[in-house]
T-cell receptor
Framework: GNSVTQMEGPVTLSEEAFLTINCTYT??????LFWYVQYPGEGLQLLLKATKADDKGSNKGFEATYRKETTSFHLEKGSVQVSDSAVYFCALKVYGNNRLAFGKGNQVVVIP | DVKVTQSSRYLVKRTGEKVFLECVQD?????MFWYRQDPGLGLRLIYF???????EKGDIPEGYSVSREKKERFSLILESASTNQTSMYLC???????????FGEGSRLTVL
């Protein structure tokens, strides 16, 4: 089946630190990959996406590269701000399947 | 600005009550979804609808039903609320061409 695995546990880091959140996937077929972000008290919103191997999605200083050989889509940001504190979800969708598969999410807390 | 609107941000209900959660989207999307979000479990799909009057069970449909009488509106119904249905409920609609989900702000339901 289709599934997404995110690293366990919250992530706490200082402002201007480098952020990496790992995401690996299992899919039947060729998935599109997404990162969604949920700011406190809000619903999820799309942060970035990639639709084929070696594509790089980017937005708001965040980047993720679709790596087919390692079935990964790790999220990175070079210098985080307090305003990046949120929950981040990795997700995939396979063509012809109506559902998105979500990871469990990672809480990111950025300390001034 | 595209929008998914959930009727109630916070609800408190008693065990055994019938609960309606309403969701409206203004993007003319065919696909709509109901998820619940719980700490440590991420997002779990309850039901989705791929067109008016069409619905399909998600991963955790027990204790829930849905209604889609009009394209823009997708309702989640708890026929007899129970304490284990205390959760955050998220509605989403999907842009078919890109696969992107648009989420509402969520409805936090407490069942006493």
């Amino acid at each position: 089946g289709n599934s997404v695995t995110q690293m366990e546990g919250p992530v706490t880091l200082s402002e201007e630190a480098f952020l990496t959140i790992n995401c690996t996937y299992t899919a039947t077929g060729y998935p599109s990959l997404f990162w969604y972000v949920q700011y406190p008290g809000e619903g999820l919103q799309l942060l970035l996406k990639a639709t084929k191997a070696d594509d790089k999605g980017s937005n708001k200083g965040f980047e993720a590269t679709y790596r087919k050989e390692t079935t990964s889509f790790h999220l990175e940001k070079g210098s985080v701000q307090v305003s990046d504190s949120a929950v981040y979800f990795c997700a995939l969708k396979v063509y012809g399947n109506n559902r998105l598969a979500f990871g469990k999410g990672n809480q990111v807390v950025v300390i001034p | 600005d595209v929008k998914v609107t959930q009727s109630s941000r916070y609800l408190v209900k008693r065990t055994g009550e019938k609960v309606f959660l309403e969701c409206v989207q203004d993007m003319d999307h065919e696909n709509m979804f109901w998820y619940r979000q719980d700490p440590g479990l991420g997002l779990r799909l309850i039901y989705f609808s791929y067109d008016v009057k069409m619905k399909e069970k998600g991963d955790i449909p027990e204790g829930y039903s849905v209604s889609r009488e009009k394209k823009e509106r997708f309702s989640l119904i708890l026929e007899s609320a129970s304490t284990n249905q205390t959760s955050m409920y998220l509605c989403a609609s999907r842009k078919t061409s890109t696969g992107e989900l648009f989420f509402g702000e969520g409805s936090r339901l407490t069942v006493l």
